[in-house]
């Protein structure tokens, strides 16, 4: 039978551990040599709630960067096909401004300079769906789907049933959906494509979601390959309101069909994430055949991002994009949440007289997301960004173009998640046409918007303020 020194003892050894454990923690985070502003609150929360932020630091903030999920040797086998696709340097046209961009992509992210694609733009759920769905049944060798979200409602049952049909008559399918992102999805939708002869995997795939870390890392990217000759990125996941919208309003995204050498670089992000959830290595040279070039003046780099590796290369690629414009840049996101080296960048470029313009939505699916970013506002219209409000629906569409020659189109948010946390995939595109393309997109959307008018937005009510100042603080985690 225990007495009252032996508890005595134990408790004091378990207070021990506890203390070693956090210490330990601190010394841990103190030498990643991370951002002072981050690294001083952990040290903070640890010493003064250490059991709170035990739990808040083992969830969201571990520094997984220099984790590597995939080996380089296995990397460079993968994407050596892709390689072979890549712009040979002596007839490279990318537009001299772009040049360090180009180089900053290929240095930190291996992006090759793919050339000669055709891109078709969707706007809407119904008319992607249409073209996704046509082109999964004339695929002949392979169809490779990768979304964040892929329910099991009208729309992902008619996928589900043409790949469970393709699977049957020989075509190789394979589907890879976050875990968290279908969350809400019955294991019979995925089980029935297994059986059916269909490949699937969960990406990141969490059983126990209070004990694990992985649920603050996702798969946010939305990528479909067909074949290797055909491909589609952009920011529609398959769901029914993509295309239906929403008891408010339309849902306005974009998302694109790749057609050429661009898809390669699709593919091989594809077949990177394939690696890591299988354990199969895919290589071969069916999965990146010999295409047409369909236009000699379109290149594009696809990248890459995510919580491991070195750097944070969709992050510093877009503050260069921006930090380099000349002229304009016009940005759509659903969620605004900078990092402060986006929000600097953002607030110089306007500050400097480059006509910055960001188009949000009018009213957003994630109320806490919507007053963090309502909050970040402030600072943009003080420094002259012009703010527009899209009234419609819900605005989803992920998209900058700057000076008529750059375009950066993929699943990659304006906020910490998308730079911070998430796994996604962005297109590069250097091509003039088809930044005019977009801009002219942009401004058609402007008109369907409330633009913000800096002195009465300023003049919002104190309790409002307060209200999304207390939701910025959480900014790193919505």
Same mark, same amino acid.
């Given at each position: 039978m225990l007495t009252f020194i032996h508890i005595h003892w134990i408790v004091g050894i378990i207070l021990l551990l506890y203390s070693i454990t956090i210490v330990g923690l601190i010394l841990v985070i103190i030498t990643e040599n991370r951002n002072p502003l981050k690294t001083i609150p952990w040290v903070v929360v640890l010493l003064f709630t250490p059991g709170i932020g035990?739990?808040?630091?083992?969830?969201?903030?571990?520094?997984?960067?220099?984790? =590597?999920? /995939?080996?380089?040797?296995?990397?460079?086998?993968?994407?050596k096909r892709a390689k072979e696709s890549e712009l040979p340097q002596d007839i490279c046209t990318v537009p001299a401004s772009y040049q360090p961009l180009a180089t900053l992509l290929t240095n930190s992210n291996q992006s090759s300079l793919l050339?000669?694609?055709?891109?078709?733009?969707? &706007?809407?759920?119904r008319d992607k769906?249409? #073209?996704?769905?046509?082109? /999964?049944?004339?695929?002949?060798?392979?169809?490779?789907? $990768?979304?964040?979200?892929?329910? #099991?409602?009208? /729309?992902? &049952?008619?996928?589900?049933?043409?790949?469970?049909?393709?699977?049957?008559?020989?075509?190789?399918?394979?589907?890879?959906? #976050?875990?968290?992102?279908?969350?809400?999805?019955?294991?019979?939708?995925?089980?029935?494509?297994?059986?059916?002869?269909? $490949?699937?995997?969960?990406?990141?795939?969490?059983?126990?979601?209070?004990?694990?870390?992985?649920?603050n890392y996702r798969n946010h990217r939305k990528i479909a390959v067909i074949d290797g000759k055909v491909g589609f990125m952009g920011g529609m996941n398959i769901a029914d309101r993509y295309w239906k919208g929403t008891d408010w309003g339309t849902w306005r995204d974009t998302h694109f069909k790749i057609i050429g050498k661009g898809v390669h670089g699709l593919q091989a992000a594809f077949l990177i994430d394939w690696y890591v959830v299988s354990k199969k290595l895919l290589s071969d040279k069916i999965y990146y055949p010999s295409v047409p070039i369909y236009s000699h003046d379109n290149i594009m780099q696809i990248c890459i991002g995510g919580p491991v590796g070195q750097w944070r290369i969709l992050l510093q690629a877009t503050i260069f994009a921006i930090a380099n414009a000349k002229q304009y840049v016009y940005?759509? &996101?659903?969620?605004?949440?900078? &990092?402060?080296?986006?929000? +600097?960048?953002?607030?110089?470029?306007?500050?400097?007289?480059?006509?910055?313009?960001?188009?949000?939505?009018?009213?957003?699916?994630? =109320?806490?997301?919507?007053?963090?970013?309502?909050?970040?506002?402030?600072?943009?219209?003080?420094?002259?960004?012009?703010?527009?409000?899209?009234?419609?629906?819900?605005?989803?569409?992920?998209?900058?173009?700057?000076?008529?020659?750059?375009?950066?189109?993929?699943?990659?948010?304006?906020?910490?998640?998308?730079?911070?946390?998430?796994?996604?995939?962005?297109?590069?595109?250097? +091509?003039?046409?088809?930044?005019?393309?977009?801009?002219?997109?942009?401004?058609?959307?402007?008109?369907?918007?409330?633009?913000?008018?800096?002195? =009465?937005?300023?003049?919002?009510?104190?309790?409002? =303020?307060?209200?999304?100042?207390?939701?910025?603080?959480?900014?790193?985690?919505?």
């Open positions: 035990l739990v808040f630091y083992f969830f969201f903030g571990q520094d997984n960067r220099k984790q =590597r999920i /995939i080996s380089r040797h296995t990397y460079k086998r993968i994407t050339y000669g694609s055709q891109i078709k733009v969707y &706007t809407n759920g769906f249409h #073209d996704l769905l046509e082109e /999964i049944a004339h695929a002949t060798h392979h169809i490779h789907l $990768e979304y964040y979200i892929f329910c #099991d409602d009208e /729309i992902g &049952t008619k996928i589900q049933t043409l790949l469970m049909e393709k699977a049957r008559a020989g075509v190789e399918v394979r589907v890879l959906y #976050d875990d968290v992102g279908c969350w809400n999805v019955k294991n019979k939708f995925f089980k029935e494509m297994e059986d059916a002869g269909v $490949e699937v995997k969960a990406f990141l795939k969490v059983a126990f979601p209070v004990l694990t870390s992985k649920v940005i759509q &996101t659903p969620y605004f949440l900078p &990092t402060e080296g986006l929000n +600097q960048a953002l607030q110089i470029a306007a500050l400097g007289g480059i006509d910055v313009r960001l188009m949000l939505p009018k009213r957003s699916d994630t =109320r806490t997301a919507n007053m963090a970013t309502h909050s970040f506002i402030d600072e943009m219209v003080k420094a002259g960004v012009k703010v527009y409000f899209y009234k419609p629906g819900f605005l989803h569409s992920k998209l900058m173009v700057t000076d008529d020659t750059l375009t950066c189109i993929g699943s990659a948010n304006m906020d910490f998640r998308s730079f911070e946390h998430n796994f996604e995939i962005n297109a590069f595109v250097y +091509q003039s046409s088809f930044a005019l393309h977009m801009k002219e997109m942009f401004l058609q959307d402007q008109q369907d918007c409330e633009t913000l008018v800096p002195s =009465r937005w300023l003049k919002r009510p104190i309790k409002q =303020r307060l209200a999304e100042s207390f939701m910025r603080l959480f900014s790193p985690l919505l």
